[in-house]
């Protein structure tokens, strides 16, 4: 085979939340009972949609208005919607042109790197949700470019740290802001946002605001879409319904694009991603009809908030547990549902095992930990699901030195 085929780094952006589920099925085929800590999906977790929601599908389901193909950017009188709900706060005003749907928000992650000119970086925080350091970095061949959330500041961004990075690095061109952040569960306050949009005002950059989560924040804690904030910079907002409604087999998100016709190069930028939805035709049509219908029924604020006060719950129950064990660091979550927990310094050792029955799983694990490029968290996090069943995420696969793990 030609070797042009090959892209340069492929291979080099394995997603570690679904590449453990490999390991974990083998080591069920050897007798071990997994517990599955390992991805946000909170079907997979057991919740259940409620009937009336399940009754909206139903009943789309047997009209014939969910069948064809939808418009380009999605169903019509779901972006009208969509964008009355947004322009109803006062921030940035939107109409439906401005919100395109895809597939699932990790659809809207490759295509809106994938359409960015190959120079042109997105600088994200580190640690960070994989699918957005895989997709800048499949763009753009190159080892992603980060700022640090600081663990000793609730998770939060260190703005000198990204300030220096834009001011040094020409080639940045956006800054990408998780907010609730997977994988660590911050919430970041009104004063950070508005900092980092400074920043952005600042150095020319436009903002990409993944708010997937911004509808699930407890704890009493609050935060503001950055629709609220952003002014006249240039920014896209990224939605979806995986996580809220939950509904994640639905593969269904959007993006918000403000102040598209304040910038000729972003305007273009975002006609590329449009025309590249073109080709691919629409998304798929049903959850979008579903979306009003489900989002302004009487009963879904009712249901969310029991949601997130089962998050708080669950959460503030791993926050016990884990905050006084020795040598490892923890956070308060606030929002979303995962919680990143990092080793100090020096505490994890290559010669470190935890104990396991079985031969056979102790030799699989021990064949597997000596892999080249095996990280010392990744090693725990092996040894942990030999020998717990427990599989969490090795937090160093999250474009952080930080070694950890990430659980939800
Ligand atoms: N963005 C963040 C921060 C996520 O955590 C996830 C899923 O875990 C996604 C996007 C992808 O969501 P979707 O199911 O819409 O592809």
Not at 125 to 140: D, F, I, K, L, V
Not at 195 to 202: C, H, K, S, V, Y
Request: aromatic share 10%; proline share 6%.
């Amino acid at each position: 085979m030609r070797n042009n085929i090959v892209h340069i780094g492929a291979g080099e952006w394995t997603y570690e939340i679904r590449a453990i589920v490999e390991i974990a099925e083998k080591l069920q085929q050897l007798g071990i009972r997994t517990n599955m800590e390992n991805i946000g999906d909170p079907i997979a977790k057991g919740e259940k949609i409620p009937d009336w929601m399940k009754q909206i599908v139903a009943d789309l389901a047997m009209k014939d208005c969910s069948y064809g193909y939808c418009a380009t950017k999605g169903v019509l009188e779901t972006r009208e919607f969509l964008a009355q709900l947004n322009n109803a706060r006062g921030g940035a005003q939107i109409t439906p042109e401005d919100i395109i749907f895809f597939n699932g928000l990790g659809d809207a992650i490759q295509k809106v790197y994938g359409l960015l000119r190959r120079e042109a970086r997105v600088i994200g925080p580190s640690p960070t949700y994989s699918t957005h350091s895989s997709a800048e970095g499949a763009h753009s061949g190159q080892k992603p470019v980060t700022y640090r959330l600081d663990p000793h500041n609730n998770w939060y961004p260190d703005l000198d740290d990204l300030r220096l990075s834009v001011k040094y690095n020409p080639s940045i061109a956006g800054i990408l802001i998780i907010n609730p952040d997977n994988p660590t569960g911050a919430v970041y306050p009104e004063r950070i946002l508005r900092e980092m949009i400074a920043i952005a005002r600042e150095f020319d950059l436009f903002i990409i605001a993944d708010e997937i989560y911004m509808n699930l924040i407890y704890n009493g804690q609050s935060s503001r879409p950055i629709s609220d904030l952003v002014g006249d910079v240039p920014a896209i907002s990224m939605k979806g319904i995986s996580k809220e409604v939950p509904w994640p087999g639905s593969r269904c998100g959007w993006i918000e694009v403000y102040n598209a016709d304040k910038d000729p190069v972003f305007a273009r930028y975002i006609q590329s991603i449009v025309d590249s939805k073109m080709v691919e035709v629409c998304s798929t049509t049903l959850p979008q009809k579903a979306i009003p219908l489900i989002l302004s029924h009487p009963k879904y604020p009712g249901w969310l908030e029991e949601r997130k006060a089962r998050y708080e719950k669950f959460s503030n129950i791993a926050y016990d547990l884990l905050k006084d064990v020795p040598g490892i660091e923890v956070n308060r979550t606030n929002g979303a549902f995962y919680m990143s927990v990092i080793f100090e310094r020096g505490r994890l050792r290559h010669d470190q095992t935890l104990p396991i029955d079985n031969d056979g799983v102790r030799q699989l694990v021990e064949k597997l930990v000596a892999e080249p490029g095996m990280t010392l968290d990744k090693r725990f996090v092996y040894y942990l699901l030999a020998s717990t069943g427990i599989c969490v995420v090795p937090l160093s696969s999250f474009s952080t030195p930080e070694l950890g793990f990430r659980i939800t």
